[in-house]
């Protein structure tokens, strides 16, 4: 902590806290994320030492930099870039986005997803609240609490993370699925910056899995073609036929406006297309990790154990 001058605490939660901070000798301006050791499990832990390492390997210019990390004996200090503002703030102000920023900020999104998933790594967790804003409305993808990254072996995952109102369809039914998932919430994201709303929205969690899994998203008037046409092949329930890539990039709403940063040595990427014996593969996968579900799911589960809280709508909470 020598190295580090503490300044004035900008957020705290469940995870500890995060203070504006500024490196020693340097103008160097640090968000400072202090997380308790004490309560927390050897898994949690563990856990988090994977979201640092995670983070440690990437350069991107919209995702969060991580500078340094250490430990104290009763906490594990993470420093990262510092970013002004929380997307979810914008929303919560103004309620809405121009159509021309909603694109702007897809364009970033695309690109940060793009790289993460070039270089095998799920999100798992997008949502405005972990959507930073730098200057000049450079907007920076943050909080890699759930990510994972899958060995090229590993097609699809099972394991539900996330939260709920940005989840799609095959999480919340508790199938396997793989990186199509972080794209749903991409299109779950964006639909709430044009309209002010998610595009499935209730206080009750049992009606919003049933909205997620079966009912159609509402498409305003007010939505360009363009934009309405990239959406829809985002929140495509069926993720074999979800906007993905390579062709994702190639959408008029987008295209042209995705600076592309991937790594050529990465063997594998998910955003080539799969060859036919991936393709199998992955079905093989898919086949063998599909369990039917007996009694109530976890979400559902969840959801009997949620206390009243009207600040926040079932749904806007991680599922870990």
């Given at each position: 902590m020598d190295s580090y001058?503490?300044?004035?605490?900008?957020?705290?939660?469940?995870?500890?806290?995060?203070?504006?901070?500024?490196?020693?000798?340097?103008?160097?301006?640090?968000?400072?994320?202090?997380?308790?050791?004490?309560?927390?499990?050897?898994?949690?832990?563990?856990?988090?030492?994977?979201?640092?390492?995670?983070?440690?390997?990437?350069?991107h210019p919209n995702i969060?930099?991580?500078?340094?990390?250490?430990?104290?004996?009763?906490?594990?200090?993470?420093?990262?870039?510092?970013?002004?503002?929380?997307?979810?703030?914008?929303?919560?102000?103004?309620?809405?986005?121009?159509?021309?920023?909603?694109?702007?900020?897809?364009?970033?999104?695309?690109?940060?997803?793009?790289?993460?998933?070039?270089?095998?790594?799920?999100?798992?967790?997008?949502?405005?609240?972990?959507?930073?804003?730098?200057?000049?409305?450079?907007?920076?993808?943050?909080?890699?609490?759930?990510?994972?990254?899958?060995?090229?072996?590993?097609?699809?995952?099972?394991?539900?993370?996330?939260?709920?109102?940005?989840?799609?369809?095959?999480?919340?039914?508790e199938k396997p699925y793989?990186?199509?998932?972080?794209?749903?919430?991409?299109?779950?994201?964006?639909?709430?910056?044009?309209?002010?709303?998610?595009?499935?929205?209730?206080?009750?969690?049992?009606?919003?899995?049933?909205?997620?899994?079966?009912?159609?998203?509402?498409?305003?008037?007010?939505?360009?073609?363009?934009?309405?046409?990239?959406?829809?092949?985002?929140?495509?329930?069926?993720?074999?036929?979800?906007?993905?890539?390579?062709?994702?990039?190639?959408?008029?709403?987008?295209?042209?406006?995705?600076?592309?940063?991937?790594?050529?040595?990465?063997?594998?990427?998910?955003?080539?297309?799969?060859?036919?014996?991936?393709?199998?593969?992955?079905?093989?996968?898919?086949?063998?990790?599909?369990?039917?579900?007996?009694?109530?799911?976890?979400?559902?589960?969840?959801?009997?154990?949620?206390?009243?809280?009207?600040?926040?709508?079932?749904?806007?909470?991680?599922?870990?």
């Amino acid at each position: 902590m020598d190295s580090y001058l503490v300044l004035e605490l900008v957020g705290e939660g469940s995870f500890g806290r995060v203070y504006k901070g500024r490196r020693r000798f340097t103008g160097q301006v640090v968000a400072l994320k202090f997380m308790p050791k004490v309560g927390r499990s050897e898994k949690e832990l563990r856990s988090l030492k994977r979201e640092i390492e995670i983070m440690r390997g990437l350069q991107h210019p919209n995702i969060v930099q991580l500078f340094d990390s250490f430990e104290t004996e009763t906490e594990v200090v993470v420093v990262t870039e510092y970013a002004e503002g929380q997307l979810f703030q914008i929303l919560e102000d103004d309620g809405k986005l121009p159509e021309s920023q909603v694109q702007e900020i897809a364009c970033q999104l695309v690109s940060a997803l793009y790289y993460l998933h070039s270089h095998r790594i799920l999100h798992r967790d997008m949502k405005p609240q972990n959507i930073l804003l730098g200057k000049s409305g450079v907007v920076k993808l943050c909080d890699f609490g759930f990510a994972r990254a899958m060995s090229v072996s590993t097609l699809v995952l099972t394991s539900i993370k996330g939260t709920p109102l940005y989840m799609s369809p095959e999480l919340v039914e508790e199938k396997p699925y793989d990186h199509t998932a972080d794209l749903w919430s991409l299109g779950c994201i964006l639909y709430e910056l044009h309209t002010g709303a998610p595009p499935f929205y209730t206080n009750s969690i049992f009606h919003l899995v049933q909205l997620i899994v079966r009912d159609q998203v509402k498409w305003p008037d007010t939505m360009s073609d363009s934009c309405t046409s990239f959406l829809k092949g985002l929140l495509t329930k069926d993720p074999q036929k979800r906007l993905s890539w390579p062709d994702l990039l190639h959408h008029p709403f987008v295209a042209d406006g995705v600076p592309v940063l991937s790594d050529s040595t990465v063997f594998s990427p998910l955003t080539v297309t799969p060859s036919p014996d991936m393709l199998a593969l992955k079905l093989q996968q898919v086949a063998a990790k599909t369990v039917p579900t007996s009694g109530q799911s976890r979400l559902l589960r969840k959801a009997r154990e949620q206390t009243d809280n009207r600040a926040r709508p079932a749904g806007s909470d991680d599922v870990k």
